[in-house]
Every structure is written in C-alpha cells, then in structure tokens.
C-alpha cells in the first residue's frame, strides 16, 4: 500500500452504524381521516405521533444528560450523536406534520404542548438514571411498534406522505434500538440492582404511553363530533385486539434479565422497507 493510501486511512473518521438523514416531508391537503379512511384509527395514531416531539426532545436530554460519562468509550459515543441527531429531526417531521393538521381544526399542536409539560414534570421529579431508563423502556415500544409499522402497519394509511413519515420514523427506530439500551448498560451494568429499576420504569413506560394515546384519541374524537361513531369504535376495537395479540409477546421479553434490543433481527425488513421508500442507499 502506498504511503499516500494509508495517509488516506489514516484521516478516515470513524462513524456511526447508522446514518442521521435530514428528512423534509411536505403535508399538503392532507386527508382528514389517512387511516383506513376512518376516523377513530386516525384519532389514535395522531394522538400517539402528538407524543412524538416532545418525547424525542425528552429522550435527547436525557442521554445527553449521563454522556459526558461515557466519553472514554468512543464506539458508543458515536452511537449516542447519531441517536440524538435521529432523534432531533423525528421531532420536527412530526410538529410538520402537526402543524399542517391544524387545517382540520382539531388542534393536535395543543396535544404536543402537554406531552412536553408532562414529561417536563416527569424529568424534574426523576434522577438521571430513572429519566435515561424512561427513554430506555420506551425505545423498546417504539421499536416493537416500528418493526410492525414495517411489516403491516403501514397498508393501513392511505395517504403516502404519512405513510412515508411514518416508514421513516419506524426504520430509524430500528437502526438505534439498542443505544439508550447499551448506554444504561454501560453506565449501570448488568446485575439484578440494574435489572430491576429497568423492568419497574418500564411497567411504567406502558401504563403511561397507553394512558396518553388513549386519552389523546378521545380528545381527538370529541373535538371532532366522532364520539358516539359506533361503527367507528368497533373498527378501532378490532383493530385493538388484533395488534395487542401481536405486540404485546415482543413487548415482554423486556422483562426477561438477560434481554438485549438486539435478540431479535430485523435486517430484513428493514432492507426491505429502506427500498420501499427509496433509502435503500
């Protein structure tokens, strides 16, 4: 090799195992129900993307508030700026598209806004580690609910930009499933006294995630005079029962002690719907 080659390796800066993509989705003439055309399935995932950027903000302050005690680790590091720089434009796709449903009048901005005062509140109450295993917990929901995204979930929004955001959002999630995951590890290690705070804020992650989606659903329903839509609910029901019977055994390996995000591979999907969605490169 020549001497000019290996001053060429030499000055390679290590990266990152996944990219941080600047994405700008345009929401124009959005449908008002982009779910199955209906508007109780629409009314939940709203609710739940309204989680979206005040709760990635929230994840980003808290890694970054415990990674200044990982520096000596620079493999892992470089995970966490990657993370972070996912994290940050999640956020903003997900106001984007927020603030271009406001044409509906169904004001889910507002819904944003008190996620951010909750979890504001949260934070404050809560030491470093509880905040960092809050993220932990529900970067394992987010990725179950992403990998199912992937394989099915998106044939039910009828709209593609959504259904683009949504891909997008669910791929990302994949690609750093285990930072938060690996991070807590590193700082906490791997013994029961780490184990079981991670399993009690989790049971937490989950009544709290499905206590604010379901109550933003409603709001949604409310607001839009859907309320007592029965034919609508009773899609939505179906729906409940179906998703539970196939998330809820890729949620519980989480509270098995040697769990890892990584257990499971989901490189194929994930090629897959990187192509799908022209991210394949």
Known sequence: MSTSVLQQTSN????????????????????????LHDPSMTHYFTGLSTLFPEGEAYFVRSVRALRGRVKDNSALDREIGAFIGQEAMHSKEHHAFHQSAQQHGLDPQSLEKLTGTIL????????KKWNLLMTVGLEHYTAVLGAEMMKKGHELIVDDT?????????????EHKAVAFDMYQYLYGQGLDAYLPRIFIFTFCLAFISTLSNSYQLI????????????????????????????????LPY???????NDVDESEILAQTKAKIGLAT
């Open 12 to 35: 390679v800066k290590p990266t990152a195992s996944f990219s941080v993509r600047r994405m700008d989705y345009e929401f124009k003439q959005l449908p008002k129900y982009w779910c």
């Open 120 to 127: 504001t509140a949260l934070e404050k109450v809560m030491p």
């Open 162 to 174: 959504i259904r683009n955001l949504w891909l997008w959002h669910s791929i990302e999630e994949t």
């Open 220 to 251: 949604l329903m409310s607001r839009d005079k859907q309320l007592l839509n029965l034919r609508s609910w009773a899609k939505f029901a179906s729906f409940s029962v179906q998703i539970g019977r196939k998330l809820v055994p890729q949620l």
């Open 255 to 261: 509270y098995r002690f040697g769990f890892h995000p």
